[in-house]
């Protein structure tokens, strides 16, 4: 009786199972309930800034793609150590994100001596945002009209022309930094707390020159108040069509741009990854965000994971030279 029993039992069971739909793997539902409350987008930097620019149109997007509130929460200090480090000591559920940039995800681990977080492994990559070059632009006063004049101006005077940026290890400190030993020249870097005040002192003459990203001098060079002479991109910027890259202008080999990328922290589920990586690029390649950042000299990208991992790897050793070579260390 009782094998009789086993065997009916056996055979109802095997029937219910024939019909019952096969469990979906554990991955794709995680995707799938992911994300179900507001996430967490932080900006190592103050509001106000070139990284807010990129980070509120891309909450404002995600918030609609994902369905939940996408909060920008600004927490700048130590050139972006203080946010970035909160990210990557945050759990790796998809709800803390960090708008990471070249500063703190490449060049920060070579400029200060002692780092809370390791850009290589305390974070899970998850897309390339945007790109904008740095430019050379020049006080009208100077006797340089071309970045030619300009090298000749500055070796035949070492030390003699001051450039200002954004801060010590800034890109556009370093960006000066890579061109001064390119054309084996001195110049003279003046550190500023932001660009805006560095952009002041370009403006009436207590400096001849700054290396900045495009979108901080823009208005400026487009008004005539500063002169351009030449773009650190791989490529002329949309923006300032009539300017020449480095290469072009006699520099060759010569690229160094600012950029932004999302990361998460270390140890992200693989379907999360996925899916903001699949709802980021499409966000960062909408027709509007194009346009929109477009207008400031910042590129629109939205990449793969793998090639913003491989960008980081790229990007590392190279701000690891300028760093060298500027001579800048920070405590």
Not at 9 to 21: E, N, T
Not at 22 to 36: D, I, N, R, T, V
Not at 211 to 226: E, T, W, Y
């Amino acid at each position: 009786m009782s094998t009789r029993i086993f065997a009916a039992a056996f055979a109802a069971a095997a029937s219910l199972l024939s019909v019952l739909p096969l469990a979906a793997p554990a991955c794709a539902s995680a995707a799938e309930a992911y994300p179900k409350q507001a996430i967490r987008l932080v900006v190592p930097f103050p509001p106000g800034g070139p990284t807010d620019i990129v980070a509120r149109p891309l909450a404002q997007a995600l918030s609609l793609q994902l369905g939940q509130q996408v909060v920008v929460d600004n927490r700048g200090g130590a050139g972006g150590i203080i946010g970035a480090d909160l990210v990557a000591k945050s759990p790796a559920d998809g709800y803390t994100l960090l708008l990471g940039t070249v500063g703190t995800n490449a060049i920060n681990q070579s400029l200060y001596r002692k780092l809370p977080y390791q850009p290589s492994t305390d974070f899970t990559p998850i897309s390339l945002l945007a790109s904008a070059p740095v430019v050379l632009a020049v006080n009208p006063s100077l006797q340089a009209t071309t970045l030619a004049e300009f090298i000749a101006l500055a070796r035949s005077k070492p030390k003699s022309i001051a450039y200002g940026s954004a801060g010590s290890g800034s890109p556009g400190h370093l960006a000066g930094a890579m061109f001064a030993d390119a054309v084996h020249a001195e110049l003279l870097h003046v550190p500023y707390k932001g660009s805006a005040p560095a952009i002041s002192d370009l403006l009436s003459g207590q400096i001849p020159a700054m290396f900045d990203p495009v979108q901080s001098p823009l208005a400026n060079i487009r008004a005539g108040k500063l002169r351009a002479l030449a773009v650190t991109g791989a490529r002329r910027s949309p923006v300032l069509p009539d300017v020449p890259t480095m290469a072009e202008a006699g520099v060759p080999g010569y690229e160094a741009e600012a950029w932004w990328a999302l990361f998460a922290p270390a140890g992200l589920p693989a379907a999360v990854q996925q899916k903001l990586q699949a709802e980021t690029a499409r966000a960062m390649r909408s027709a509007e965000m194009r346009e929109q950042l477009g207008k400031l000299g910042i590129e629109a990208v939205g990449s793969s994971t793998a090639e913003l991992r491989a960008l980081v790897e790229s990007e590392v050793p190279k701000w690891a030279r300028a760093v060298k070579s500027s001579g800048a260390t920070v405590d």
